[in-house]
């Protein structure tokens, strides 16, 4: 499913040129960059060394058929996020469940942490704290039934009209 995810966001960053909305432009490449950052950081974390996928590849490109030091795919993942934080709009001009700058900022804090750069993760938290978009919620409750709050910083949205891939039975 992660390289699912790489897969379809190496396929958007690949046809970005179509694009005439530099605005958009922008902002799905630092979307897709996100995503492709979460996949490779989900895999990291759970497999240890890993394919870098930095393009769409097909099954004759055997060379990247063999895992990258877990070391490179975090290198990779952190070029992937600065990048993103540069295009990513804020948490008040996005709709929710869409990446902003403030999840990618949080996610390279979460990469730091996993590399022990705690300096740089303390760094990008407290900016993500005082830029004011995040928030404790007043009452515990509205963190698990308030969908969309102050605290969530990247969640992705579901529908439950789907009938093919819905949960409610």
Do not use: W
């Not at 902002?27 to 394919?51: I, S």
């Amino acid at each position: 499913a992660n390289y699912n995810v790489v897969f379809r966001a190496n396929t958007v960053l690949e046809h970005l040129d179509v694009m005439v909305d530099e605005t958009l432009k922008t902002q799905y490449e630092g979307e897709a960059l996100f995503a492709r950052a979460l996949a490779h950081f989900n895999l990291v974390n759970g497999y240890g060394d890993v394919p870098i996928l930095d393009k769409v590849i097909g099954p004759q490109e055997t060379e990247y058929f063999n895992r990258d030091n877990a070391s490179d795919v975090m290198d990779f993942i952190i070029a992937d996020l600065e990048n993103a934080i540069i295009k990513l709009p804020s948490k008040g001009s996005m709709t929710f469940g869409r990446a902003t700058k403030g999840a990618a900022e949080a996610l390279l804090a979460k990469v730091y942490l996993t590399n022990g750069d705690y300096s740089q993760a303390e760094t990008l938290c407290a900016s993500i704290i005082s830029g004011g978009e995040y928030s404790l919620e007043s009452s515990y409750s509205d963190v698990f039934y308030n969908e969309g709050n102050d605290e969530v910083i990247f969640a992705i949205t579901y529908l439950d009209d789907d009938l093919f891939e819905s949960q409610d039975f």
